[in-house]
């Protein structure tokens, strides 16, 4: 079983910044890469950023250089630091795990519920 519970962000002025934290726990199960997605009013769910288990790390187009994820090695919570933020960063947010159960090859995906992060121009 694996759960995710997200926090953070809400409201901010376009070029400020926020922080979302996607806490896990899990039995029974080894984690193999956790990201962010968002869902833009309208839009399909796309990639924000991810890390693996080794560290690796990706970004959607629009996020490199700006936001910054970080691995959830100590307390099993993974965060996401969004710097100069623009009007079109506005969508749902959700946390992902890849989880796989210990002993198997197959990765399973699990989804948080979503938070909310809206920026203004």
């Known amino acids: 079983q694996v759960q995710l519970e997200e926090s953070g962000g809400g409201l901010v002025q376009a070029g400020g910044s926020l922080g979302l934290s996607c806490t896990v726990s899990?039995?029974?199960?080894?984690?193999?890469?956790m990201g962010w997605y968002r869902q833009g009013p309208g839009k399909e769910r796309e990639l924000v950023a991810s890390i693996t288990t080794d560290g690796r790390t990706s970004y959607g187009g629009s996020a490199k250089g700006r936001f910054t994820i970080s691995g959830w090695y100590t307390h099993n919570t993974m965060s996401l630091q969004m710097n100069s933020l623009e009007p079109e960063d506005t969508g749902v947010y959700y946390c992902?795990?890849?989880?796989?159960?210990?002993?198997?090859?197959?990765?399973?995906?699990?989804w948080g519920q979503g938070t909310q992060v809206t920026v203004t121009s």
């Open positions: 992902n795990c890849k989880a796989r159960r210990f002993g198997r090859s197959q990765n399973y995906d699990y």
């Open positions: 899990r039995t029974g199960y080894s984690i193999t890469e």
